[in-house]
């Protein structure tokens, strides 16, 4: 490929990143209100107006409006453009990791749907289907690409198997609920991308994260307290991922 045409690529892999976190950041908004993610057009909080198309361009649209909804001069959420921009990073690692187009296109795609679904379990405890189906997409584009579809079929199985068994060992020690059913349904996407042999590092990652923040934030931990497991997930998936696209895994 030509270095123009490297250029062009990355530029509109960046752009898909961008638009990507966008709709990241609407689906975990959209949750929180119990609204639908695919159904409604975009408002501003505080008017309830109508975004217009033309203000719906990710990152431009936030600088030229200073911020601000054009209809009722309301200052926006810095969060819409924190998410966003967090989207095209997923495409710069995508493209900095990533060996060739198919790889960069699939990691992209697997990081967002890990985006997504990290801000809707931070902001609302919930996993929603259609991000964990599109992590189970893309854990198989991205597991094919690295170790073949069978060993990523297979550690899919194997995750999620693992994952449910372990939920139901609590329940019936406990006689309560201790896994979230979206947590399982991540493993699919998450260990079709690590293979059977990266399972073991998700779970540690994801345990080990959960204790560091637990501890940095000095918080009482009982038998009861509901833990966001998908954000730790999603951060340990993102980690195996890097480590496996570099031949550290």
Same mark, same amino acid.
């Given at each position: 490929?030509?270095?123009?045409?490297?250029?062009?690529?990355?530029?509109?892999?960046?752009?898909?990143?961008?638009?990507?976190?966008?709709?990241?950041?609407?689906?975990?908004?959209?949750?929180?209100?119990?609204?639908?993610?695919?159904?409604?057009?975009?408002?501003?909080?505080?008017?309830?107006?109508?975004?217009?198309?033309?203000?719906?361009?990710?990152?431009?649209?936030?600088?030229?409006?200073?911020?601000?909804?054009?209809?009722?001069?309301?200052?926006?959420?810095?969060?819409?453009?924190?998410?966003?921009?967090?989207?095209?990073?997923?495409?710069?690692?995508?493209?900095?990791?990533?060996?060739?187009?198919?790889?960069?296109?699939?990691?992209?795609?697997?990081?967002?749907?890990?985006?997504?679904?990290?801000?809707?379990?931070?902001?609302?405890?919930?996993?929603?289907?259609? !991000? &964990?189906?599109?992590? @189970?997409?893309?854990? +198989?584009? #991205?597991? =094919?690409?690295?170790?073949?579809?069978?060993? %990523?079929?297979?550690?899919?199985?194997?995750?999620?198997?693992?994952?449910?068994?372990?939920?139901?060992?609590?329940?019936?020690?406990?006689?309560?609920?201790?896994?979230?059913?979206?947590?399982?349904?991540?493993?699919?996407?998450?260990?079709?991308?690590?293979?059977?042999?990266?399972?073991?590092? !998700? &779970?540690?990652?994801? @345990?080990?994260?959960? +204790?560091? #923040?637990? =501890?940095?934030?000095?918080?009482?931990?009982? %038998?009861?307290?509901?833990?966001?497991?998908?954000?730790?997930?999603?951060?340990?998936?993102?980690?195996?991922?890097?480590?496996?696209?570099?031949?550290?895994?």
């Amino acid at each position: 490929m030509s270095v123009p045409g490297d250029l062009i690529f990355a530029v509109w892999l960046m752009a898909l990143g961008a638009v990507g976190g966008s709709a990241m950041g609407a689906c975990a908004d959209r949750l929180k209100a119990g609204r639908s993610w695919v159904r409604g057009r975009s408002a501003c909080e505080d008017c309830a107006h109508p975004i217009a198309s033309a203000d719906l361009v990710p990152i431009v649209s936030f600088l030229r409006l200073k911020g601000q909804c054009r209809n009722c001069h309301a200052a926006l959420p810095g969060r819409l453009l924190a998410v966003e921009i967090a989207g095209v990073l997923c495409a710069v690692l995508a493209l900095v990791v990533a060996q060739g187009p198919a790889a960069q296109i699939a990691g992209t795609v697997f990081l967002l749907s890990l985006l997504g679904l990290f801000l809707c379990d931070l902001r609302t405890m919930r996993l929603p289907d259609v !991000l &964990t189906g599109a992590l @189970a997409i893309a854990g +198989l584009w #991205v597991g =094919a690409l690295a170790h073949g579809l069978a060993n %990523a079929a297979l550690a899919a199985i194997i995750g999620v198997a693992a994952f449910y068994a372990l939920a139901a060992g609590y329940r019936f020690l406990r006689g309560r609920e201790g896994l979230g059913q979206g947590d399982i349904k991540m493993m699919a996407g998450l260990s079709a991308m690590a293979g059977p042999l990266g399972i073991p590092w !998700l &779970t540690l990652l994801a @345990a080990l994260s959960a +204790l560091i #923040v637990t =501890a940095v934030r000095n918080e009482p931990m009982s %038998a009861t307290s509901r833990v966001p497991l998908g954000c730790y997930l999603a951060v340990a998936g993102a980690a195996v991922w890097v480590a496996t696209s570099v031949g550290l895994l």
